[in-house]
């Protein structure tokens, strides 16, 4: 389990280039997170959450697990018909995403051993080519499966509404974003995953202040 605080090279790294940031990690804490195990599930989520609220999102997701007996698999997927899956309120469009998904892991194209060996880029044009998973699902499974240090989630609303708070901008133009976070290099994905734990802790409720 990755852990990270005061003491870790990352961390101090991280502090001596951004001001702003090192606030939020002395507000958060330190971090410990595990990667998601199952790539496969993991874009099926994703999929699932595609232009919806987390909230809808965790109750489809849920409702697929149910139907699954409790694992997202690729066995327990490909034995539901489309209509089983529609019916929980997945859309026809989203099934379809699924298969397409379920087809690629059939053949081994979405493995985390087969991935060690591939650079980021190379990943996302990998996965990009499956209909249904974009530059967004991309890049999150880049971070919360493979823990690759250096990813900047620029498509992601959650991460932009976590950067307009510490930076008190609402200019979320992908090319400013990436000016702003270069600093973080080489450990965006961290710098990151503390801007995530700040929204999900509720502490982007309250006004962002660097020296109070």
């Excluded at 998904?101 to 493995?111: D, H, M, R, V």
Aim: hydrophobic share 40%.
């Amino acid at each position: 389990m990755p852990r990270y605080d005061q003491n870790s090279p990352a961390i101090q790294y991280l502090s001596r280039r951004d001001k702003h940031l090192v606030k939020v990690i002395r507000m958060v804490g330190p971090l410990e997170y595990v990667p998601a195990a199952d790539g496969y599930a993991f874009l099926v989520t994703q999929i699932i959450g595609q232009m919806l609220s987390n909230k809808v999102a965790a109750v489809l997701t849920a409702r697929l697990r149910v139907q699954c007996a409790g694992q997202l698999g690729l066995a327990a997927i490909n034995q539901l018909t489309d209509s089983q899956i529609r019916q929980i309120g997945i859309s026809h469009t989203k099934v379809g995403y699924i298969r397409n998904l379920s087809a690629a892991a059939s053949t081994g194209q979405i493995s985390a051993d087969r991935y060690q060996s591939l650079s980021d880029a190379a990943i996302i044009q990998d996965l990009t080519t499956i209909k249904g998973i974009g530059q967004w699902s991309a890049k999150m499974y880049l971070i919360f499966v493979l823990d690759r240090p250096n990813v900047l989630p620029v498509e992601d609303v959650a991460f932009l509404q976590g950067y307009g708070w510490v930076y008190k901008t609402k200019d979320y133009h992908p090319a400013a974003v990436r000016k702003k976070c270069r600093k973080w290099r080489p450990y965006a994905s961290l710098a990151a995953r503390y801007l995530y734990v700040a929204l999900d802790s509720g502490l982007t409720k309250q006004p962002f202040h660097l020296f109070k």
